[in-house]
């Protein structure tokens, strides 16, 4: 089995700063996905990325950037974060092709003050 | 754009009693139905995946499909305090199947 492992689990943050969140996969999966999950609002895709250098939007794109460094890792980075804002960040991982799972990671728990 | 809608919002059984919960989605044209499991503070576990019309069954927990009546539903069998968690239905956005349309969930209490 494989696991996805998110740095860090928590995130404080002031209102304005750009913040990083990195996940890692060792499943040898093609895609990785950024959702975000909020209190009443259930999850929702940010961005994706069906293989290394390749990245697509989802819903939510505007206000972060991501990065698909090589297959193992992919990062969002918050470009400008809200005062108040509070959210998890869930990282997850899937095969390209067929009915497959999609595996997710434990979230990064983000605060903003 | 797929609306995934889940039913009760929150439920609580006694220990062993069965457990039901609800989803319907508004596009038939979705091949792949998932439920989620999401404890506290932790991220989401898949409990069973399915793609075709009928029943299946991992474990104590069984799906339902019926893409006619645009429903799919999750029986936990002897559910135990430690199943109570956020349960997550999961429908994939046609043409990508792991990209996941998600319904706010339902909080389940299992009483001992």
């Known amino acids: 089995g494989g696991i996805i492992t998110q740095t860090p689990k928590f995130l404080i943050g002031q209102e304005g700063q750009k913040l990083t969140l990195k996940c890692q996969q060792n499943?040898?999966?093609?895609?990785m996905y950024w959702y975000r999950q909020d209190s009443g609002k259930g999850l929702r895709l940010i961005y994706y990325s069906i293989t290394e250098n390749d990245l697509q939007k989802g819903d939510l794109s505007e206000g972060y950037d991501a990065s698909r460094e090589k297959k193992s890792s992919f990062s969002l980075t918050v470009t400008s974060a809200q005062k108040n804002e509070m959210a998890v960040f869930l990282c997850?991982?899937?095969?390209?092709?067929?009915?497959?799972?999609?595996?997710f990671g434990k979230g990064t728990r983000l605060t903003v003050v | 754009q797929q609306k995934v809608q889940q039913s009760p919002e929150s439920l609580t059984v006694s220990e062993g009693a069965m457990a039901s919960l609800n989803c319907t989605f508004s596009?038939?044209?979705?091949?792949?139905f998932r439920w989620y499991r999401q404890h506290s503070a932790k991220g989401l576990e898949v409990l069973v995946s399915?793609?075709?019309?009928g029943e299946k069954e991992e474990g104590r927990f069984t799906a339902h499909l019926n893409r006619a009546n645009l429903h799919v539903s999750l029986h936990i069998r002897e559910p135990q305090p430690s199943d109570s968690a956020v349960y997550l239905c999961?429908?994939?956005?046609?043409?990508?199947?792991?990209?996941?349309?998600f319904g706010l969930g339902t909080t389940l209490q299992v009483q001992p």
């Open positions: 499943f040898n999966h093609d895609t």
């Open positions: 596009d038939g044209t979705s091949n792949n």
């Open positions: 997850a991982s899937s095969i390209a092709r067929g009915d497959t799972e999609v595996f």
């Open positions: 399915i793609f075709s019309d």
């Open positions: 999961a429908v994939s956005i046609t043409g990508n199947t792991g990209k996941l349309i």
